[in-house]
Structure formats: structure tokens, C-alpha cells
């Protein structure tokens, strides 16, 4: 038994270390996911080889080495949760002031349980709702609900990366794109909310599993190029969507820095949407990111709608600029976005 516990405390901390290798294929990738649940077991690991008699070096040297990926795993955690530092101010609304409503949801493709969708979208009665991994039966089957929005924005599709866009605010400008792939789409809307127009990016780029893409270059590249479209474009604006990548990852801290957008789960809580079937296996993939121009209402996880995703909705208002979250890239973060775009666009050019 003590010969399986050590396998087991060495396997976790290799499992810290692994993510510090700066390889794209999954086998690395793969574990930023779960940063929370081995902090977990680390700990539980740590405490177990405490109460341990007589250790050897090597034992002594475990207990080192899991007592360092606790402080660092907290270190990595903390940020998103109530003992983090806020990026976004969270507000009251003033009287008659409005909030700006979304909705996001990957729905799974195969899921049929279409009425619940209908019944959240109807009792939420968000502005904007942005579905995912969305096709045609999907798309007529929630008429019910969408036909209450006047404009639309539908790109189903039958590879698990179609997109449904609806909005109840005027849509001004709008664009759909494929950054990196031409069976991925994203799209760029402008609407107009209280007599100003904001823009909103949304994106699903491909997560790094061996069933959908071994390597995590694509996803990456999709997702600072949009940063960097924020940073040019410069006024109020929201990143959404389901990223396929965890709040803490080196990509999504790339991102922030690239786009100088504020993540608003910090200092407020992991708010995970992935896996909706296994409680112990869940972590933060669908996103709101938010220009400094926005304040907080409220954030808030969804009842299931039978996707292996819960939805995420979120409310927020226009505020006096406030760029006191915002973080900058130093040169060298600047030479890894880059490289990491190009590595993106060479390989979507070459499948």
C-alpha cells in the first residue's frame, strides 16, 4: 500500500509541474484544467506523509516537494476566490438605469433537451444570448424563445462549432469570422445599448483533446488575436463565449495582458461551468471578459439545460473608464503572444 502511495504523491507532483513546460500537445495542456482539484489532493497527500513515522530522505523529500505545490497551487487559486484581489468593481444600479444582460450557453449538440433552454432563456429575458456547439435542430427548436429577439445572428453548423447570436438591442455592425480554421467560426457584433455601441467578440475555439485537436496552438492563437483586436479597438467592448481554456492559464493571463480586459471572476469565485455531470471534476470554460469601461451587477451559473455545460449569465453597466485592473505584457510576454499567433495561423493554414 505505501509503495502505492507513493506513486501517487510522485504523479502529483509531476502533475504541477507539467503545465511549466511550454508544450502545446495535450499531454501537457491537459493539466491546467484541474488546478483546484489537485490542490486538493496535494494537501490531503501533505498531510497524510506529516503523520508518517520514521521517513526516509526520500520521504522527507516528498513531503517538501507536495508542501511547494500546495503554496503554489494556493498561490494560483486564491485569485479566484473571495480572497482575491477584484479586477471589476461590482455596483448597484442607479434608478432607472438598465443593465446589459447575456446569456452564454454551449448546449451540446447532442442534447435534445431543447425546452429547457427555451425556459431559461424566457424566465432570464437576457439583451443578448450567445449559444455554441448549435446546428439546425437546435436552431428551429428554440424558436420559441429566439423569435422574441429582432435581430439574429445564425451560423448552425453540424461539426459541434456552430453559432446562434440573438439580441434584443440594434445591432449596428456585425461579422463573422474564421481566424484560424474554416469549419470554426466567431463572430464580432456591434449593438447599441443606451445610446452607445458596444462591441462584443464571441469565440469557441477547439479545446486540446486527442478527439478534437492534440495540440492547444490553435485555441491559443484564436484567443490573443481577439485580444489584440480588443486593444486596438479600444472602447467598450466583451470577450464571451466558451473559451476550451481555465481562468488561470497561462493563454487566458497572455490574453488579459494582450487585450488589457478585466476578468471579472477574480476575487469573486471559479463560477465553473465544465463538467455539469461530475461535481469533482469541474472548472471555469466559458468566459465573460470585460473592457474598463464596465461594472459589475451580478454573474451568475445557470440551471443545467442537459449540456455537459452550465450556462453562464452575466450583468453589467457602462461606468467612467477605470483602468486600475488593466495589466500590461512585458517584451518578453510580447515575443510569446506573437509567436504563438503565428504558430496558430501557420498550422490552421496547413490543415
Not at 122 to 143: G, Q, S
Amino acid at each position: 500500500m505505501i509503495y502505492v502511495f507513493y506513486l501517487l504523491s510522485i504523479f502529483l507532483i509531476i502533475s504541477v509541474l507539467l503545465p511549466f513546460i511550454k508544450s502545446d500537445h495535450w499531454t501537457i495542456r491537459v493539466f491546467d484544467y484541474p488546478r483546484f482539484q489537485k490542490l486538493v489532493l496535494i494537501f490531503v497527500s501533505f498531510t497524510i506523509w506529516i503523520f508518517i513515522d520514521d521517513k526516509t530522505i526520500l520521504d522527507d523529500v516528498i513531503l517538501i516537494l507536495l508542501g511547494l505545490c500546495t503554496i503554489y497551487l494556493a498561490w494560483v487559486i486564491i485569485p479566484y476566490t473571495p480572497l482575491g484581489k477584484q479586477m471589476i468593481d461590482k455596483v448597484t444600479l442607479d434608478k432607472d438605469e438598465k443593465p446589459f444582460n447575456l446569456l452564454v450557453s454551449n448546449v451540446y449538440q447532442d442534447n435534445t433537451d431543447y425546452h429547457k433552454l427555451v425556459n431559461l432563456i424566457n424566465k432570464n429575458n437576457p439583451d443578448i444570448v450567445f449559444l455554441l456547439e448549435t446546428n439546425k435542430a437546435w436552431m428551429e427548436n428554440i424558436r420559441e424563445a429566439t423569435d422574441e429577439f429582432p435581430y439574429k445572428i445564425e451560423v448552425p453548423l453540424e461539426n459541434t462549432y456552430g453559432l446562434l447570436f440573438y439580441s434584443k438591442l440594434p445591432i449596428r455592425f456585425h461579422e463573422v469570422n474564421y481566424l484560424i480554421s474554416t469549419e470554426i467560426p466567431s463572430i464580432i457584433v456591434d449593438v447599441e445599448y443606451n445610446n452607445e455601441i458596444v462591441r462584443l467578440y464571441g469565440l469557441h475555439p477547439t479545446p486540446p483533446v486527442p478527439q478534437e485537436n492534440e495540440e492547444s496552438t490553435e485555441r491559443d492563437a484564436e484567443i490573443l488575436i481577439t485580444g489584440k483586436a480588443a486593444k486596438e479597438y479600444g472602447k467598450a467592448c466583451i470577450v464571451f463565449g466558451d473559451m476550451n481554456d481555465v481562468a488561470w492559464s497561462r493563454t487566458t493571463k497572455l490574453f488579459l495582458k494582450t487585450s488589457q480586459m478585466l476578468d471579472p471572476r477574480r476575487g469573486r469565485g471559479m463560477y465553473n461551468t465544465f463538467h455539469e455531470k461530475y461535481w469533482f471534476l469541474r472548472w471555469p470554460l466559458d468566459h465573460y471578459f470585460l473592457s474598463s469601461q464596465f461594472r459589475l451587477v451580478d454573474m451568475k451559473i445557470e440551471d443545467s439545460v442537459g449540456s455537459d455545460h452550465f450556462p453562464i449569465s452575466i450583468s453589467v453597466v457602462l461606468r467612467k473608464d477605470d483602468t486600475s485592473g488593466e495589466m500590461e505584457l512585458d517584451t518578453e510576454e510580447k515575443q510569446e503572444v506573437e509567436e504563438k499567433i503565428e504558430d496558430g495561423i501557420e498550422k490552421g493554414d496547413a490543415n
